[in-house]
């Protein structure tokens, strides 16, 4: 078995999630048995709701807290009929304003709150209870009952001091005991004393072998506890992000990044290490051998993968001039300076337009942006989409990330034929974007002003669509994304389980 663990996951998923559900279609494709399993609370979603949604099998799933308890992964399927089956009292009027509803009772300040899965639904995730004013308690339910918060009032709020997690036919499992930051949990027989005691009594009870896997996506507050427990299990330590710091890094030290410094630390014991691109395995190799004197194994295996190339429609080719670019709208992805960028680029393409695929935060900024400068007639923001057959319609991929470890999207845009422009900054531009060939890498470092880097990504765009041969830079793409392909990853990972296994 191969064990995955991670601490969470949500409705818009990290890098990190979407990583394993890769990772979880490669292990299928190869037949090997693999587990997934968050260590985090989810107290105001089903877990199953959020990893069935980004394509993760219930039966892959294991959480944390119903570990000890005879529940398994499911959807939610108690209903409201189920829970007003249990109230003792039926002297209550219900009434429901979408998503939640509520029976109110006889005094003051007497009612349940009942959250349903969506405002069209029935079904009932949790019901929250308030007597005399004073939230008392929580109910969380699958099929059944999960588990019961209690509260009790505290500094004019309500304190949590107590979870108690049940089996199907509602005999108590264990219970876990809240103070403020301090938590401990109470079984039968035992006392575990903090949550990393508990995740490691977790790991100690799955009696893992030789023949098992253990890769840990995220360690922060959960690696010792695992990799003090998992008995002769190999160990691998997946790296998501750039694992150091340069400016705290000189010729005697280097700082790790602290997602990374324990195993890092405890690399002797670690059997792999995973990065997602040849770049940062050369690197890391390099530093363990400067600042620690050994060089662990460390396997390059992407974080995703394409399945198959996928070429525009021969009657309609690429849209002429067409700009795409497609991420998270955060920060942290610059969309501002590409929509800059573009409008300056403009004056020189006239026929240049682009599209903003993605969701986030920095949404009505862009839109600002774009209003700014009276761009609205040529750039578009696109929300989110399936992008599957988009990327083979344009003639450009833009990025204006200064911190990309891999990039799915770099990927499927090359897998698409794409030319690229970005930062020639680690990890994942550097990968997809061979400069000169099918794009340009644009030279940056942390004292290039902004306005530098949107002039630099102007003149890009315009050298692109003025200079460049476009149908060799689409070519080179292809022959880029071509080792990406799903058949090839998974000859990839197949190869690693038998090196490790050995």
Request: proline share 4%; glycine share 8%.
């Amino acid at each position: 078995m191969i064990y995955n663990f991670n601490l969470g996951i949500g409705w818009a998923s990290s890098g990190v999630e979407y990583a394993q559900l890769y990772r979880a279609r490669m292990f299928r494709g190869i037949h090997e048995p693999a587990k997934f399993i968050f260590t985090d609370m989810f107290p105001t979603e089903n877990l199953e709701h959020f990893t069935r949604n980004i394509g993760f099998r219930d039966d892959e799933v294991i959480w944390l807290y119903t570990y000890f308890t005879d529940y398994e992964t499911a959807p939610v399927s108690y209903t409201l009929k189920d829970f007003e089956a249990t109230v003792a009292d039926d002297t209550y009027s219900f009434s429901r304003n979408g998503a939640t509803g509520r029976l109110i009772f006889p005094g003051e300040g007497n009612f349940y709150t009942v959250y349903f899965v969506n405002d069209k639904s029935d079904l009932v995730h949790r019901v929250e209870y308030v007597s005399n004013g004073y939230l008392i308690r929580k109910d969380y339910f699958t099929y059944g009952k999960v588990y019961t918060e209690y509260y009790a009032p505290l500094d004019n709020r309500a304190h949590l001091y107590q979870r108690r997690f049940f089996n199907t036919d509602g005999s108590v499992a264990y219970e876990e005991i809240i103070d403020g930051d301090e938590v401990m949990y109470r079984f039968p027989d035992q006392i575990i004393c903090s949550k990393e005691e508990f995740i490691g009594y977790m790991v100690r009870c799955m009696n893992m072998t030789e023949d098992d896997i253990v890769m840990i996506d995220r360690t922060t507050g959960v690696g010792q506890g695992i990799m003090q427990n998992c008995g002769k299990a190999r160990i691998g330590i997946v790296v998501h992000a750039d694992h150091y710091s340069v400016s705290g890094t000189n010729d005697d030290y280097i700082l790790w990044n602290n997602y990374y410094e324990y195993s890092f630390a405890m690399q002797r014991h670690i059997s792999f290490f995973v990065t997602a691109t040849d770049a940062q395995k050369q690197v890391m190799r390099k530093q363990f051998r400067k600042y620690v004197g050994e060089v662990p194994d460390i396997y390059t295996i992407p974080v995703g993968s394409l399945e198959k190339l996928r070429y525009p429609d021969p009657k309609k080719g690429r849209k002429p001039f067409s700009i795409l670019t497609a991420s998270r709208l955060a920060s942290e992805k610059h969309v501002d300076w590409i929509v800059t960028a573009c409008a300056g680029a403009k004056k020189l393409v006239p026929e240049l337009t682009l599209d903003i695929y993605g969701v986030g935060v920095e949404a009505e900024h862009i839109e600002k942006v774009i209003e700014e400068n009276h761009a609205e007639s040529y750039i578009r923001l696109m929300g989110q989409h399936d992008m599957t057959d988009v990327y083979q319609n344009y003639e450009l991929y833009l990025s204006g990330s200064t911190s990309e470890g891999f990039g799915l999207s770099l990927l499927e845009a090359v897998g698409g034929g794409l030319p690229m422009i970005g930062f020639d900054v680690p990890y994942g531009n550097p990968t997809f974007i061979d400069d000169e060939k099918n794009g340009y890498l644009i030279p940056v470092n942390e004292h290039t002003s902004i306005p530098d880097r949107i002039d630099a990504l102007q003149d890009a765009v315009v050298r692109l669509f003025t200079e460049a041969d476009r149908e060799a830079f689409q070519q080179r793409s292809y022959e880029i994304a071509s080792p990406y392909l799903t058949e090839k990853v998974m000859k990839r990972w197949k190869k690693i389980v038998r090196n490790v296994k050995k």
